[in-house]
T-cell receptor
Framework: DTEVTQTPKHLVMGMTNKKSLKCEQHMGHRAMYWYKQKAKKPPELMFVYSYEKLSINESVPSRFSPECPNSSLLNLHLHALQPEDSALYLC?????????????FGPGTRLTVT | AQSVTQLGSHVSVSEGALVLLRCNYSSSVPPYLFWYVQYPNQGLQLLLKYTSAATLVKGINGFEAEFKKSETSFHLTKPSAHMSDAAEYFCAVLTGNQFYFGTGTSLTVIP
């Protein structure tokens, strides 16, 4: 099984809402990633978890809060977002952080902030 | 700092024609290089990767890429384009613990 799943597929939220994005993998990977992707642009790294600990935070605003409850799950909690946060949010995983290991991507959550 | 340059943000080819998507990298050490494809409203799918073994790498869907150290290039090719190849293609370099993506090339296949 080389699948990374993400829910929901689409999300529309107001600027005062609180919502969460979920990501799951069962490949035994110990590194998980959140990316933000705007249309026709490459993914931008937001967070990296390595062995369930946050190892990279790319200066992401605090209205985005990641959580890694266990080695298979990754959440992204959203609060008080801005319209410019509308984007495709991609989750990825790899065996470990670094090395020669490719990242496996989920299908993404299309987020619209109104 | 590492960087990846993809020449040509848009490439159009006729169905059955050769596909050539260009990728150049800057790296002071041998890099690990990847090509990903992204279909509309989907995540990224790995096409192939170079990890310092054979310089000619074969991937899925008939794609291949050749690592040329002297040219710091890792261009993606496919002998005969198919309509289903229309997508966004990203070259990426992995150094240390981080991926660096190129800006992407949108491939259009003309029937």
């Amino acid at each position: 099984d080389t699948e990374v799943t993400q829910t929901p597929k689409h999300l529309v939220m107001g600027m005062t809402n609180k919502k969460s994005l979920k990501c799951e993998q069962h490949m035994g990977h110990r590194a998980m990633y959140w990316y933000k992707q705007k249309a026709k642009k490459p993914p931008e790294l937001m967070f990296v978890y390595s062995y369930e600990k946050l190892s990279i935070n790319e200066s992401v605003p605090s209205r985005f809060s990641p959580e890694c409850p266990n080695s298979s799950l990754l959440n992204l909690h959203l609060h008080a977002l801005q319209p410019e946060d509308s984007a495709l949010y991609l989750c990825a995983s790899s065996q470990v952080q670094g090395g020669t290991y490719e990242q496996y991507f989920g299908p993404g959550t299309r987020l619209t902030v109104t | 700092a590492q960087s990846v340059t993809q020449l040509g943000s848009h490439v159009s080819v006729s169905e059955g024609a050769l596909v050539l998507l260009r990728c150049n990298y800057s790296s002071s050490v041998p890099p690990y290089l990847f090509w990903y494809v992204q279909y509309p409203n989907q995540g990224l799918q790995l096409l192939l990767k170079y990890t310092s073994a054979a310089t000619l790498v074969k991937g899925i869907n008939g794609f291949e890429a050749e690592f040329k150290k002297s040219e710091t290039s890792f261009h993606l090719t496919k002998p005969s384009a198919h309509m289903s190849d229309a997508a966004e293609y990203f070259c990426a370099v992995l150094t240390g613990n981080q991926f660096y993506f190129g800006t992407g090339t949108s491939l259009t296949v003309i029937p």
